[in-house]
Structures are given as structure tokens and as C-alpha cells.
């Protein structure tokens, strides 16, 4: 069975770097095929993918984040780690990691983190 | 680039048919999944590969992918269908990223 479990701030302040951590199991992240993506929706409203990365430590990242963006993965732990520079208000989301490149499945059950001075 | 767009919400009586329409450039060469949240939900996967269904999703759920819209369809809809769908697809072409529609609202009468 696959879970995965994200964790990290509720709050931050604007300006500050937002670090999430995915932490999984019933998977390995060196198993080739294998990815995590990263995908937030913020209050009522609809979600965005935001990148994965894979068990190659190929990684792929929205256009519109790129710049302010980094996925990283430690395999030994079983974990995947966002970060996400100069926090805005509007970066205000639930933030899901979940399991798959194409698709997700399944789906870790989110972490509300509210950009907030 | 892809941009999916859907209707913000559609309305159904229990026991009819509820379509999902999912409409984007290339939509019919691209694979289409759909994903179902509840409030306070993460999403759960209902359709992959425009007409796959994962196990434990029920058969009155289908998709459908042709021409310019990916539909995705429940038959003899139920209380417990109330939620937002979401597609998406994987943009495979220069910015190789994942994109979301903007939701669909289901409502049961």
C-alpha cells in the first residue's frame, strides 16, 4: 500500500523560503519509473500542478514557479522535499505530494500553509 | 502550451447521467485523467489514460476522448458523486509539465 504523508510550517512569512517535506512509503524512489509530484490549490480555488521528480532525479517544474522552485529527493529516508523561495500571499495553499508522473495516485492528504505577517 | 478548460459546474438528478467536459488544444491526442475531491479531501484519482479506471471506482464512471473535448461520464449518479472534478494532462511537448483544468462543480439535485 503507497501513502504518503506531507509535512512542514503552517505559516510563513512573505519573503521567507517555504520547505515541505513528503515523506512515503510502500515505494522506493530508486525503483526505476518511479516519481513524486508536488501540487497545491489554494483556498476554493483549483489545484495547480507544480513539478515531480523522478527516481532518475530527472525533475520538471511549472513554468510559472521555475525560478522560485527546487524538488529534491532523499532516497535513503524515503522522503521528497519542496522548497519554494520568496513566500507570497498568494502562495497561500493546501500543498499535496503524490505518487505517479503522468497521473497521481494516491495522494498524500495535504498541508494548509498560510503566507501570513 | 496547454490550457484545459472546463465548465465551472453541472447539476444532475440522482439517477441520471452527469457529463464532464474537459476541452483543450490537442485534447485528442493527449491522455486525459480525471480526479474527484470531496470538501476537505485531497483528490482521488477516478479515470487515467482517458478511459481506464483505477480499482475500487464504481463502472458508472467512464471517459471518453475525441475531437476536442475528453468527457468524462456518470451514469446513474448518487448523493455521494457530489464533488469537484478536476482533469488533467501531462504536456509532453517543449515545457513537459503537468496541467489541471479549472474544476467542475457537481451537483445533485
Known amino acids: 500500500q503507497i501513502t504518503l504523508k506531507e509535512s512542514g510550517p503552517t505559516v510563513v512569512k512573505p519573503t521567507q523560503t517555504l520547505t515541505l517535506t513528503c515523506t512515503f512509503s510502500?515505494?522506493?524512489?530508486?525503483?526505476?519509473?518511479?516519481?513524486v509530484g508536488w501540487i497545491r490549490q489554494p483556498p476554493g480555488k483549483a489545484l495547480e500542478w507544480l513539478g515531480i521528480?523522478?527516481?532518475?532525479?530527472?525533475?520538471h517544474y511549472s513554468p510559472s514557479l521555475k525560478s522560485r522552485l527546487t524538488i529534491t529527493k532523499d532516497t535513503s529516508k524515503n522522503q521528497v522535499v519542496l522548497t519554494l523561495t520568496n513566500m507570497e500571499p498568494v502562495d497561500t495553499a493546501t500543498y499535496y505530494c503524490?505518487?505517479?508522473?503522468?497521473?497521481?495516485?494516491?495522494w498524500g492528504q495535504g498541508t494548509l500553509v498560510t503566507v501570513f505577517s | 502550451s496547454s490550457v484545459l478548460t472546463q465548465p465551472p459546474s453541472v447539476s444532475v438528478a440522482p439517477g441520471r447521467t452527469a457529463r464532464i467536459t474537459c476541452g483543450g488544444n490537442?485534447?485528442?491526442?493527449?491522455?486525459v485523467h480525471w480526479y474527484q475531491q470531496k470538501p476537505g479531501q485531497a483528490p482521488v484519482l477516478v479515470m487515467y489514460?482517458?478511459?481506464d479506471r483505477p480499482s475500487g471506482i464504481p463502472d458508472r464512471f467512464t471517459g471518453s476522448n475525441s475531437g476536442i473535448t475528453a468527457t468524462l461520464t456518470i451514469s446513474r449518479v448518487e448523493a455521494g458523486d457530489e464533488a469537484d472534478y478536476y482533469c488533467?494532462?501531462?504536456?509532453?511537448?517543449?515545457?513537459?509539465?503537468?496541467?489541471f483544468g479549472g474544476g467542475t462543480k457537481l451537483t445533485v439535485l
Open positions: 490537442n485534447i485528442a491526442i493527449r491522455s
Open positions: 510502500g515505494f522506493s524512489l530508486s525503483t526505476s519509473g518511479v516519481s
Open positions: 503524490a505518487f505517479g508522473h503522468n497521473w497521481f495516485d494516491p
Open positions: 521528480i523522478s527516481w532518475d532525479d530527472d525533475k
Open positions: 488533467q494532462v501531462w504536456d509532453s511537448g517543449s515545457a513537459h509539465r503537468g496541467v
Open positions: 489514460y482517458d478511459t
